[in-house]
């Protein structure tokens, strides 16, 4: 299968290769079609998931024999670590998060986070360093997953903090909205080439340069 990015709930996950990184992208739950991205060094095995939304049997299906080291969550919000309790008791993968949302995390899972991760701090998955880049607004701790593939676009995974068409939900919060359309534009638009692809915790995956022209627009917007 042709990686496109698109996955349904129920439907097949689809698998992108770049150099030295396997990623697998699910879609879970058809009431919240949440994104689960299982990460793969090609050259150890090692692997990451990227927020157990939910449907912890299909996650771990897709683990399968290799194991797990890490489970990143991107943010607090309770449709991104359903799973989360089901999938560390399987296969005793430490939990990441932002150090911001760590303690939400732990108290609504009951799930104790081992690495409280800041802006600019990394998470390795075998022999391959993903950049944390901290992007508050949607939630005070949301984070983003930089990698940078030898020869190839780097790919960003966002979380709830950026889709294609625009930044996350602030729920009507004014001050949370200009935080986070600040921070996504210096952080991310501002340090990253507009090949960029971003994958992000629900729908199709992005293109910085297909966004970057209408960064105005979303700030005018104020959504």
């Given amino acids: 299968m042709t990686y496109t990015g698109h996955v349904v709930p129920g439907g097949e996950a689809q698998v992108l290769e770049l150099p030295g990184l396997r990623v697998t992208k699910v879609a879970v739950d058809p009431k919240m ?18 927020d157990a939304a939910a449907e912890g049997e299909r996650l771990l299906e897709l683990v399968g024999e290799a194991g797990l080291t890490t489970v990143v969550t991107t943010h607090q919000h309770w449709d991104h670590h359903r799973a989360l309790a089901e999938v ?4 005793g993968a430490v939990v990441a998060a932002g150090i911001a949302d760590a303690e939400a995390i732990t ?31 949607h939630t005070p701790g ?9 020869g190839a676009a780097p ?34 638009f501002g340090t990253l080439p ?16 297909d966004e970057r022209p209408h960064l105005a627009e979303w700030r005018e917007r104020g959504w």
């Fill in 33 to 50: 079609s949440n994104n689960a991205y299982l990460l793969q060094c090609t050259s150890t095995g090692d692997q990451l998931l990227v």
């Fill in 88 to 91: 560390v008791a399987a296969t």
């Fill in 107 to 137: 108290e609504q899972t009951g799930v104790g986070v081992g690495r409280a991760l800041d802006h600019t701090d990394q998470v390795a998955v075998g022999q391959v360093l993903l950049d944390v880049i901290a992007v508050a607004g």
């Fill in 142 to 150: 949301s984070i983003c997953l930089l990698v940078r593939p030898e």
């Fill in 155 to 188: 790919h960003l995974f966002t979380g709830d903090s950026l889709f294609p068409g625009g930044v996350g939900a602030t729920f009507g919060n004014a001050e949370a909205f200009a935080q986070l359309i600040d921070e996504v534009e210096t952080k991310i």
């Fill in 194 to 209: 507009d090949e960029t692809v971003f994958h992000p915790g629900h729908g199709d995956d992005g293109v910085l340069g």
